[in-house]
């Protein structure tokens, strides 16, 4: 079995060997059980029911709710010669008919339904005249009506299991929470199915975060000194803020779209297909933008604002590196964020008993954020899965920040919100500890309190960042009245009694943008391969042109460096590089290879 699977994975994906967990999965829908799969954005989900619906006799039938990404997979699937076509809305009458006759006489090997296709009863009756080989239900905590993203017509899908009993089924998600995995258990399998979690870590990933000082110039230091020719998604919060961001970087001279819910659908649809097919482009987008995007090449991920809970955070930062290659998730925060986000909490008129979760998911995030050691634990445990030691590949690892008796500076900064009142902003306390002078300062008499310039040993860059370490460790608490006034919380009584002590993070908020480090694992090109590189990329585009489908559908990345590095002679070594299977090979292999032998013979 496993044999036959992992000759379609070299043959027709032109991938030398499965990623973890892939082929337990794929075994066990080969020998036809029902599965439920667990695993990260990026994980290799598509492969896990693509491969065994070529193993096994009959057509694949799969359900997904984003017509954009049928597509997508299917272009992709027909580019390394597999029978694969779409089942929906999008097409013509004339289409459609031709989709089904193609399925009713077996020439198909996988069909993509929309959720509320399927369940039709012509739809049904035209399945049930036809030899199926599974069912893959993609994204299936759409079923979750707890969950964000709810389809009603996916409650409908466990009737599967009685029309096609002998049929099985593979439901996927890269939902790891475990309600939303027995919802999907229970609605879909009654709970008879397999399951299957795969680690949600992404190796690949180099994972970021500072502290905001100039949110300009951090971000084009970034893109310019790690990605000035890559492709990547920039989050912010508002539309204007994307808006004002899209800008910088036009202006610094990328090439970058805003993507968010002000600009026309049309808009919106152009700059995600622009986005797709064209190489090194950056969209700034708030977080609507990304979900189904399913571009393998995009490399990195920049937060500008903090994202509501660590699941946003991971599956945003979870688009980069798709392909495996390197990638960066890359998030600068301050003061400001954790006020925003403690003030609606504060404000929400949610539940209490939902208040309370949603706390403790902002202070998890923060907790993620202060974070002094390796943040792969950290980001891991949160999905339940434990992670030994230190990666090696993220901010902590690389520059282990130095954290610092603060007891002192804390103490300060409290008894100085104290004797204020208890009702003036971050900003207000800072200028009173360094001792500013101004008409209101006077006039509230805060030059006359005992804390006035007891802070002049400190500059205000610190005092911003203590502040907010206090807040993220909830010690300090925002009022809720919407002018940022800070309180103390009760839980600081011991550190202003002296009988604990304040640890602080060094570099959080006194590191003036130095700029991060390349990720040093799996480094992207050898700079004697770059120009090689870049002609293949460049010929990639123009194919990619001809035939009007994303470049990637024809390479990735991974690809083209190998075969920068490889430099192969014939079309059989050509074979041996990774992501190329046959159809691929037929079909482009020797135009790659005239520009390799060209570009050989000038040397
Ligand atoms: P998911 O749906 O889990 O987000 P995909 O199925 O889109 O992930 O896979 C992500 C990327 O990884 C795709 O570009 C895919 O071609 C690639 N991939 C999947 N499995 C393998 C493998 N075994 N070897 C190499 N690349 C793989
Ligand atoms: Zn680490």
């Known amino acids: 079995m496993t044999q036959s699977a992992l000759t379609v994975l070299q043959d027709v994906f032109g991938f030398s060997s499965f990623r973890a967990g892939q082929a337990e999965i794929i075994d066990s829908l080969i020998d036809g059980h029902d599965s439920l799969v667990l695993m990260p954005t990026g994980g290799g989900k598509s ?70 296709r399927i369940m039709q009863s012509r739809t049904l009756a035209l ?31 466990g009737e599967l299991a009685e029309r096609f009993p002998d049929v099985p089924r593979i439901a996927l998600t890269a939902t790891a929470d475990t309600r939303t995995r ?93 986005f797709i097919r064209e190489e090194g482009l950056i969209i700034v987008a708030t977080i609507a933008f990304g979900m189904g995007i399913d571009k393998p090449d995009v490399r990195f991920v920049a937060h500008l604002d903090l994202p509501r809970s660590i699941e946003s955070y991971y599956q945003e930062t979870g688009r980069a590196g798709r392909d495996g290659q390197a990638a960066n998730a890359w998030m600068i925060y301050g003061l400001e964020d ?73 103490q300060k900064a409290l008894s100085c919100i104290y004797r204020t009142g208890q009702r003036f902003g971050a900003a207000h306390i800072v200028q009173v500890l360094l001792g500013k002078r101004s008409e209101r300062i006077e006039s509230l008499g805060h030059d006359q309190l005992s804390t006035f310039g007891i802070g002049r040993n400190q500059p205000k860059t610190y005092w911003h960042a203590l502040l907010r370490q206090l807040l993220a460790q909830g010690l300090l608490a925002v009022d809720p009245d919407g002018y940022g006034g800070l309180r103390l919380d009760p839980s600081c009584r011991p550190l202003l009694r002296d009988q604990a002590s304040f640890a602080m993070r060094q570099d959080a908020g006194v590191s003036h943008s130095r ?76 135009a790659f290879l005239d520009l390799l032998i060209e570009t050989a013979a000038r040397q």
């Open 338 to 410: 954790v006020y925003r986000l403690r003030q609606l909490l504060a404000d929400s008129d949610r539940s209490e008993a939902l208040q309370q979760q949603d706390r403790q998911r902002l202070e998890a995030l923060l907790g993620y954020c202060e974070q002094v050691e390796c943040r792969r634990p950290a980001l891991l445990g949160y999905f339940g899965e434990s992670y030994e030691g230190n990666c090696g590949h993220c901010d902590n690892c690389h520059n282990p920040p130095e954290l610092n008796d603060a007891t002192e500076e804390a």
């Open 47 to 116: 492969l896990c029911y693509q491969i065994p619906a070529l193993v096994r006799e009959g057509t694949g039938i799969v359900v997904s709710p984003l017509i954009a990404l049928m597509r997508d997979q299917v272009e992709a699937l027909k580019a390394c010669g597999v029978q694969a076509e779409v089942l929906n809305s999008s097409l013509s009458q004339a289409q459609q008919q031709t989709v089904e006759r193609d399925l009713a006489e077996g020439r198909l090997d996988l069909l993509y339904i929309a959720p509320e």
């Open 182 to 274: 027995d919802e999907i258990s229970r609605a879909l399998f009654n709970q008879t199915q397999k399951l299957f979690v795969a680690s949600f870590d992404r190796p690949n990933i180099h994972y970021r975060v500072a502290a905001r000082n100039n949110a300009r110039r951090q971000l084009l230091d970034f893109i310019q000194s790690v990605h000035p020719n890559d492709s990547g998604i920039v989050y912010c919060l508002s539309r204007k803020r994307v808006e004002q961001v899209s800008q910088w970087l036009v202006d610094a001279g990328f090439n970058a779209l805003p993507y968010h819910a002000g600009l026309s659908a049309e808009q919106r649809q152009q700059h995600q297909d622009r």
């Open 127 to 157: 399945l049930q005249r036809c030899a199926l080989s599974l069912f893959a239900i993609d994204e299936a905590h759409c079923v979750s009506q707890w969950g964000h993203d709810f389809r009603p017509e996916y409650l409908k899908l």
């Open 515 to 590: 700029s991060p480090k390349k990720a040093s694992a799996k480094q992207h090109i050898a700079p004697e391969h770059q120009a090689l590189f870049d002609q293949l990329r460049a010929l990639r585009l123009e194919l990619a042109r001809e035939q009007s489908v994303p470049p990637y559908v024809i390479f990735h990345d991974a690809t083209l460096k190998a075969m920068a590095e490889a430099q192969p002679e014939t079309l059989q070594d050509m074979a041996n590089i990774h992501g190329i299977g046959q159809h691929k090979l037929d079909q482009y292999g020797e």
